[in-house]
């Protein structure tokens, strides 16, 4: 996904939207647990361009509709990354992945994917039920695509996240399971989501 000018290898866009009820899923897990942990999860997830290691000379920039505004990129890239984020109440994520793609700064066109594996130990976040920590289980991967044509969005953007999580609170722990995929049409604002979630079933719509 791309917000302003970062590469995010983030799950904001499959679980800020993914739980929409207050369904139970695993071990206590709520779907207004699953939507904070979203949030939490995206909080340390978001990449630069530095640190996929483009450079200051790529820049992608999405004004509020969801348009890109402009591009500057090589004309191929290849680069591997390892990003090690702390967690707001102790332990860390590593995130560790490829981009590769093409970018035409002239014609402002640019087609990439994000292939990038989470891996939390002892990541550590407040709730509002407690401090809640979570530990890759093995861990989560992300699969997303981006597509710009003449400085927009086009056609649907993609993404994927798989793995599992294991979590702990004080009066509970448990083990998330996650396998959502995510579609994103530019052309009507739409995002669709399906799939599970902590075992939550996950079939959403919506328009932004």
């Not at 206590?28 to 995206?42: E, F, K, S, V, Y």
């Not at 998330?176 to 052309?187: E, F, M, N, R």
């Not at 739409?190 to 399906?194: E, G, I, L, Q, W």
């Given at each position: 996904?791309?917000r302003?000018?970062?590469?995010?290898?983030?799950?904001?866009?499959?679980?800020?939207?993914?739980?929409?009820?207050d369904?139970?899923g695993?071990?206590?897990?709520?779907?207004?647990?699953?939507?904070?942990?979203?949030?939490?999860?995206?909080?340390?997830?978001?990449?630069?361009?530095?640190?996929?290691?483009?450079?200051?000379?790529?820049?992608?920039?999405?004004?509020?509709s969801?348009?890109?505004?402009?591009?500057?990129a090589?004309?191929?890239?290849?680069?591997?990354?390892?990003?090690?984020?702390?967690?707001p109440?102790g332990?860390?994520?590593?995130?560790a992945?490829r981009?590769t793609g093409?970018?035409?700064?002239?014609?402002?066109?640019?087609?990439?994917?994000?292939?990038?594996?989470?891996?939390?130990?002892?990541?550590?976040?407040?709730?509002?039920?407690?401090?809640?920590?979570i530990?890759?289980?093995p861990?989560?991967?992300?699969?997303?695509?981006?597509?710009?044509?003449?400085?927009?969005?086009?056609?649907?953007?993609?993404?994927?996240?798989?793995?599992?999580?294991t979590?702990?609170r004080?009066?509970?722990?448990g083990t998330?399971?996650?396998?959502?995929?995510?579609?994103?049409?530019?052309?009507t604002h739409?995002?669709?989501?399906?799939g599970?979630?902590c075992?939550?079933?996950?079939?959403?719509t919506?328009t932004?």
């Open positions: 996904m791309i302003n000018t970062y590469i995010a290898c983030s799950t904001g866009l499959i679980l800020a939207i993914a739980a929409c009820s369904t139970t695993v071990n206590g897990i709520t779907a207004a647990d699953a939507n904070q942990l979203a949030a939490d999860l995206d909080a340390t997830s978001t990449l630069g361009v530095l640190d996929v290691g483009l450079g200051p000379s790529f820049s992608v920039s999405v004004d509020g969801g348009a890109a505004a402009s591009v500057s090589p004309t191929t890239f290849d680069n591997q990354f390892t990003v090690t984020r702390q967690c109440k332990g860390q994520a590593v995130i992945g981009l093409t970018g035409d700064r002239t014609t402002h066109t640019l087609s990439a994917e994000t292939i990038a594996t989470r891996t939390d130990s002892q990541c550590a976040f407040e709730t509002k039920h407690g401090l809640l920590t530990s890759g289980n861990n989560i991967v992300f699969d997303g695509k981006l597509n710009i044509v003449n400085g927009a969005l086009s056609g649907l953007q993609t993404a994927t996240h798989k793995g599992s999580f979590w702990a004080e009066g509970g722990s998330c399971d996650v396998d959502l995929s995510s579609a994103y049409d530019p052309a739409t995002a669709t989501v399906t599970k979630f075992g939550i079933d996950v079939n959403v919506r932004r």
